[in-house]
């Protein structure tokens, strides 16, 4: 007869893939019946431990590589790759970014590296650490991305876990301080665009997952490629230089290079590489569009309202295009 103890574990172990089930529920249930006495168990639940540990699981035999259906190792490779070309990118804007602010405050007489040192200097305590931690956490992004690349996955986890921290500040501080509030939508945009690539880093990179690997295997040239067009993008049109410009620009150079320089059709699995671009593609479309909206009803000048709306018709255009080719390619491999 089951116990109502029995139940509760089975009811959690839904949580877990059929596929999992199948092959581990009636050992993972003994186990943890073995020492409970069976006159307690209809008045006994599952620990919160138990039930994280199960959740945890879930999520990476969902995300697995070995023994697991076509299914859930294609999707495990998807996020991967999402993770690792979320935090490349996120990694080349940010080192672009701050060399650019140091070198145009450095290079522009003392009154203008004042002001940049007041930066920092010029608030209140709270000011100035979050002004500080805004400036050197993101830097952990690219701390992030090489220690994935070489392996060294709790020091990739703990890395981009930090680097995102800055992103939540403007959705908190107008319910902690007396900062003005950011526009919702542009803060929620970029909140997800850091925490999406941090919170799968931490879900796909399991002890089981592949180690990191970009195409071409060259991961210092594919930074120093990314900083170099993100940096280039800002110097030669500086009227564009919201914080999205330099990001999408990137990508739709880096997709459209990898669509039409045969770098797609080399490689394996281009299926889980589509589609883990299409999500970047759409998630750096919701911060360009984010980061257009609120200025709309203004007088922009017209280079910049031209070159946004293309930059944003052009990622559109790509997210279509990569889910069209996701979906044929791995409808072909089916």
Sequence with gaps: MTTLLEARYRTVLRLLPAYYRRDREEEMVEVYLWDVDRDTQDQSRPTLGEVASIAALAVRSRLATVGAPRRYALLGAAVRRFALYAVLLQAAAVVSDEILRVTWSASRGAREWDMFLTGFTGGGPTETVVTIAGWVLPLLWTVGFFALVHDRRRLARAAVLL????????????????????????????????????????????????????????????????????????????????????????????????????????????????????????????????????????????????????????????????????????????
């Design 163 to 334: 680097a995102a921290l800055p992103s939540l500040w403007p959705l908190i501080a107008p319910l902690v301080s007396d900062w003005s509030a950011s526009d919702p939508w542009f803060a929620t945009a970029n909140a997800l665009f850091a925490w999406l690539p941090a919170l799968a880093v931490c879900a796909a990179y399991h002890r089981d997952a592949p180690q990191a690997t970009l195409p071409g295997d060259a991961p210092g040239l594919a930074f120093l490629a990314c900083c170099v067009v993100t940096g280039a993008s800002v110097a030669v049109l500086p009227a564009m230089a919201d914080i999205a410009w330099a990001p999408a620009t990137c990508f739709v150079l880096a997709v459209l290079g990898w669509l039409l320089l045969g770098a797609r059709r080399a490689e394996p699995g281009a299926g889980s590489s589509a589609l883990a671009l299409a999500v970047l593609g759409l998630l750096i479309l919701a911060v360009r569009v984010a980061a257009l909206f609120p200025w709309l009803g203004f007088p922009l000048p017209a280079v910049f309202l031209v070159g946004a709306v293309a930059q944003a018709a052009a990622l559109a255009l790509l997210v279509v295009v990569l889910g069209v080719l996701a979906r044929r390619d791995l409808s072909c491999g089916t």
